[in-house]
Antibody
Framework: EVQLVESGGGLVQPGRSMKLSCAAS????????MAWVCQAPKKGLEWVAT????????YYRDSVKGRFTISRDNAKSTLYLQMDSLRSEDTATYYC????????WGQGVMVTVSS | DVVMTQTPVSLPVSLGGQASISCRSS???????????LHWYLQKPGQSPQLLIY???NRFSGVPDRFSGSGSGTDFTLKISRVEPEDLGDYYC?????????FGSGTKLEIK
């Protein structure tokens, strides 16, 4: 059974950093591209970033370029999202998802950016 | 960026009835490899989104055949027949042909 479990969310002040993790199991992690998707409270879904199966390629939405870094450790079957210079508008639930068709999703982790 | 225009915003339906959701893209979603990367998701209240349909018309594993997707180029439709209570929630389309990937703004399926 495919499982994606996010961790690392919480309350953080504007301008500070936070790192999210997504532990994957039930499939061969290093065969698949992975992504982060976010959803602000009561809002729709927004793609954040994607990383290729081997980590050689990464893609970001414009609003997070230069501030967020997606990475992966295939030996640990874990996906990461390093979020720096956080802003109030980054407040959202962050989901990790498998493939660019997002066929499996984690349960999500809430990130609140507030002073 | 590709803009995904999803309609309607809200869709009241009767149980047992049929629902239809439209998604239109601001440019063609046909990839240079010939595939069209348009997908549909359902987010039930309090849950993560779940994939229903991938690449326009392919039902994901375990999705009932009451759900069907169609369309081409820039115009796509999700149809739900014989609506059941478990179908209620927010529906989203997603294009993954072009970066940045973009979602439609969502359609809330609710009981009439």
């Amino acid at each position: 059974e495919v499982q994606l479990v996010e961790s690392g969310g919480g309350l953080v002040q504007p301008g500070r950093s936070m790192k999210l993790s997504c532990a994957a199991s039930g499939f061969t992690f290093n065969n698949y591209d992975m992504a982060w998707v976010c959803q602000a409270p009561k809002k729709g879904l927004e793609w954040v970033a994607t990383i290729s199966y081997d980590g050689s390629s990464t893609y970001y939405r414009d609003s997070v370029k230069g501030r967020f870094t997606i990475s992966r450790d295939n030996a640990k079957s874990t996906l990461y999202l390093q979020m720096d210079s956080l802003r109030s508008e980054d407040t959202a639930t962050y989901y990790c998802a498998r493939r660019t068709r997002f066929d499996y999703w984690g349960q999500g982790v809430m990130v609140t950016v507030s002073s | 960026d590709v803009v995904m225009t999803q309609t309607p915003v809200s869709l009241p339906v009767s149980l047992g009835g049929q629902a239809s959701i439209s998604c239109r893209s601001s440019q063609s979603l046909v990839h240079s490899n010939g595939n069209t990367y348009l997908h549909w998701y359902l987010q039930k209240p309090g849950q993560s989104p779940q994939l229903l349909i991938y690449r326009v018309s392919n039902r994901f594993s375990g999705v009932p055949d009451r759900f069907s997707g169609s369309g081409s180029g820039t115009d796509f439709t999700l149809k739900i027949s014989r609506v059941e209570p478990e179908d209620l929630g927010d529906y989203y389309c997603l294009q993954s042909t072009h970066f940045p990937l973009t979602f439609g703004s969502g359609t809330k399926l609710e009981i009439k």
